[in-house]
């Protein structure tokens, strides 16, 4: 740990490792005899003081403050844990969901998803609660994540898609989050052409599952659909069409979703226009118990177009701020994307490229300063997980820190999750 030495996935700042450098080079005598007993003990106290933190940090994750705003908190995801999703609620509280692999099969694919809740008070998370009630097989596929939302009771519902069953299963904990009753198939009139993993939201007692689905070879005509409920998701309504088919949908780009502040369900989604319009289109629907109401969608700004054949394999993510704005990060043209989800919001690119690589796999959070960080990945392929990079943006949209001091290599088949912590800093996991 002494000054020299490289710190692995490190993301210390520069006045983080002098401490360690002032520590481990100069013993407490040398600095009393240059400052005097009052001032050597002085500052050895506040070394002492600092590196008790700096220990705490690589025992527990790095931390990268930034230059001003919120302190980064960078760890890996708890049990070895793969494909992390982070959830901040209204309470304060952050809700992690994991796949983990079987402990006994370290090298097999199979495992379960898991949930913990993070302790404020003790600066770690909560105890697994196991959610699926059978294991699957790892999704390779980032595209194929699990989805998860709380609602205003507490339960937390989950949304999977284990695409050797090809099935959508939903299961949902107790209202103390201590336990997840059993899963169950949530769609089967609309699973033709499924090729991507469903999400899910809830606000008070509502609850939305959505997906695409659609004929594979005629991505032109697929679209979004929607099972809703009235109840906690005690029960859900019929599989209800949600989208315009004119406009088709991606048959392997994930979508997201979130409930607004009036009570309307936000849906973000790649379209397939002629089978070659593929932008991010901005579905918002009105909903009355299990049923749509209305639907209308959002102009399509430049920076929402990507003219492709091919599918690009995308993921987004929702986050909402502590004044009820909701901020979405998306792909086009292989760069991470952000909007405000208001009237007359423009979207604009997130960063620059490093490199002539992919950005992708994006996810933010927003702390109650109206901070917001954006978190993804660069150099993803098939097999690889990629290099993690970030911004972090004041409430105006200035930029206050622009990524890390050294490479923290995503997990294979992974991706980055932020969250909100309750002291206003931010948490990663990869």
């Given at each position: 740990?002494?000054?020299g030495?490289?710190l692995t996935r490190?993301?210390?700042?520069?006045?983080?490792?002098?401490?360690c450098?002032i520590?481990?080079?100069?013993?407490t005598s040398?600095?009393?005899?240059?400052?005097?007993?009052?001032?050597?003990m002085?500052?050895i106290?506040h070394?002492?003081r600092r590196?008790?933190?700096?220990l705490?940090?690589?025992?527990?994750?790095?931390?990268?403050?930034?230059?001003?705003?919120?302190?980064?908190?960078?760890?890996?995801?708890?049990?070895g844990?793969?494909?992390p999703?982070?959830?901040?609620t209204?309470?304060?509280?952050?809700?992690?969901?994991?796949?983990?692999?079987?402990l006994?099969?370290?090298?097999a694919?199979?495992?379960?998803?898991?949930?913990?809740?993070y302790?404020?008070?003790?600066q770690?998370?909560?105890?697994?609660?196991?959610?699926s009630?059978?294991?699957?097989?790892l999704?390779?596929?980032?595209i194929?994540?699990?989805?998860?939302?709380?609602d205003?009771?507490?339960?937390?519902?989950?949304?999977?898609y284990?695409?050797?069953?090809?099935?959508?299963?939903?299961?949902?904990?107790?209202?103390?989050r201590?336990?997840?009753?059993?899963?169950?198939?949530?769609v089967?009139?609309?699973?033709?052409?499924?090729?991507a993993g469903?999400e899910?939201?809830?606000?008070?007692?509502k609850?939305?599952i959505?997906?695409?689905a659609g004929d594979?070879?005629?991505?032109?005509?697929r679209?979004v659909?929607?099972?809703?409920?009235?109840?906690?998701?005690a029960?859900?309504?019929?599989?209800?069409?949600?989208g315009?088919p004119a406009?088709?949908?991606c048959a392997?780009?994930?979508?997201?979703?979130?409930?607004?502040e009036?009570q309307s369900l936000f849906?973000?989604?790649?379209?397939a226009?002629?089978g070659?319009g593929?932008h991010?289109?901005?579905?918002?629907?009105?909903?009355?118990d299990?049923?749509i109401?209305?639907?209308s969608y959002g102009?399509?700004?430049?920076?929402q177009?990507w003219?492709?054949?091919?599918?690009?394999?995308?993921t987004?993510?929702?986050?909402?701020?502590?004044?009820g704005d909701r901020?979405?990060?998306?792909?086009?043209e292989s760069?991470?994307?952000?909007?405000?989800?208001?009237a007359?919001?423009?979207?604009?690119v997130v960063?620059?490229?490093?490199?002539?690589?992919?950005?992708?796999?994006?996810?933010v959070a927003?702390?109650?300063?109206?901070?917001?960080?954006?978190v993804?990945?660069?150099?993803i392929?098939?097999?690889?997980?990629g290099?993690?990079d970030?911004r972090l943006?004041?409430?105006?949209?200035?930029v206050?820190d622009?990524?890390?001091d050294?490479?923290?290599?995503i997990?294979d088949?992974?991706f980055p999750a932020?969250?909100?912590?309750?002291?206003g800093?931010?948490?990663?996991l990869?």
């Amino acid at each position: 740990m002494c000054a020299g030495r490289k710190l692995t996935r490190c993301a210390l700042p520069v006045r983080a490792r002098k401490v360690c450098t002032i520590f481990c080079h100069y013993s407490t005598s040398a600095i009393a005899g240059r400052l005097g007993y009052d001032g050597g003990m002085l500052l050895i106290t506040h070394i002492l003081r600092r590196f008790t933190l700096l220990l705490a940090v690589l025992l527990l994750g790095a931390v990268l403050p930034a230059v001003a705003g919120a302190a980064i908190v960078v760890q890996p995801t708890p049990d070895g844990g793969l494909q992390p999703r982070l959830l901040v609620t209204e309470d304060g509280n952050v809700h992690l969901l994991y796949f983990r692999k079987r402990l006994n099969q370290p090298s097999a694919r199979e495992g379960n998803l898991y949930y913990r809740q993070y302790l404020p008070s003790e600066q770690r998370f909560g105890s697994p609660v196991k959610v699926s009630s059978t294991a699957f097989p790892l999704q390779t596929f980032a595209i194929a994540r699990a989805g998860m939302a709380v609602d205003g009771s507490g339960r937390v519902h989950v949304i999977w898609y284990p695409s050797r069953e090809n099935k959508f299963y939903y299961a949902r904990s107790d209202a103390a989050r201590s336990q997840f009753e059993p899963q169950q198939s949530m769609v089967t009139a609309h699973m033709e052409g499924v090729d991507a993993g469903a999400e899910i939201a809830a606000q008070g007692d509502k609850v939305a599952i959505v997906w695409g689905a659609g004929d594979l070879s005629l991505e032109h005509e697929r679209t979004v659909f929607v099972r809703l409920s009235a109840d906690n998701g005690a029960s859900f309504g019929p599989e209800l069409m949600s989208g315009d088919p004119a406009l088709g949908a991606c048959a392997c780009c994930s979508l997201a979703t979130e409930y607004l502040e009036d009570q309307s369900l936000f849906i973000g989604y790649r379209s397939a226009i002629n089978g070659t319009g593929r932008h991010t289109q901005l579905l918002t629907l009105l909903t009355q118990d299990t049923a749509i109401t209305g639907a209308s969608y959002g102009p399509v700004n430049a920076l929402q177009e990507w003219e492709l054949t091919s599918c690009p394999l995308s993921t987004n993510d929702v986050a909402i701020a502590a004044n009820g704005d909701r901020w979405f990060v998306f792909e086009t043209e292989s760069r991470i994307v952000q909007l405000r989800l208001a009237a007359e919001s423009i979207p604009v690119v997130v960063a620059k490229p490093e490199s002539k690589t992919r950005q992708k796999n994006p996810a933010v959070a927003i702390n109650s300063e109206g901070e917001r960080l954006v978190v993804w990945g660069e150099g993803i392929s098939y097999n690889r997980g990629g290099r993690m990079d970030l911004r972090l943006f004041d409430a105006a949209g200035n930029v206050l820190d622009t990524g890390f001091d050294e490479t923290i290599e995503i997990p294979d088949f992974s991706f980055p999750a932020v969250a909100n912590l309750p002291d206003g800093n931010f948490l990663i996991l990869y």
